[in-house]
């Protein structure tokens, strides 16, 4: 499945969307040694953009016409993240303008390695050209509630 939208940092890292629907996601990342850490096993950064990534689209499911923007996000790590490894993220909850979401990553024998708790602000995507300055075009700021 493609990703709605094109993240050149998504593409970089090799993440794939495996389902992106009724409020929950799904992105498989196979892990290459240029993800490590120097303890060998996937950097914690790679997996917080896994999360996020993951509960960015749970928050835009059903509402492709929507960006979401990381408000917030926590993360716990329980153990060590290697090889294939797949992100499973759900909305807990969602407002006019706001999504609460939660993700988390287990690799290919099913093991929790991370989990994360987000907020995510729903915003609407406005068209950006040469011209552009930035993904708002101009329009007033992006408020939070």
């Known amino acids: 499945m493609e990703f709605p939208v094109h993240i050149p940092f998504v593409e970089l890292l090799g993440f794939e969307l495996l389902r992106w629907e009724s409020d929950e996601a799904e992105i498989r990342f196979d892990a290459r040694s240029e993800h490590q850490n120097s303890f060998s096993v996937v ?3 790679a997996l917080m953009t896994l999360l996020d990534v993951a ?3 749970a928050a835009r499911s059903g509402h492709p016409e929507l960006g979401a923007v990381t ?3 926590k993360t716990s790590f329980m153990q060590a993240a290697r090889g294939s490894l797949r992100a499973l993220a759900r909305v807990l909850h969602r407002s006019a303008t706001m999504a ?3 993700a ?3 690799d290919a024998e099913g093991g929790l390695c991370c989990h994360a708790s987000g907020t995510f602000k729903c915003i609407r995507r406005l068209p950006v050209g040469a011209k552009a300055s930035q993904a708002l075009n101009g329009a007033a700021p992006v408020q939070t509630d």
Do not use: P
């Open 100 to 102: 609460f979401v939660e």
């Open 71 to 73: 408000i917030e996000m």
């Open 43 to 45: 950097h914690g950064g």
């Open 55 to 57: 509960m960015a689209h």
């Open 104 to 106: 988390s990553v287990f």
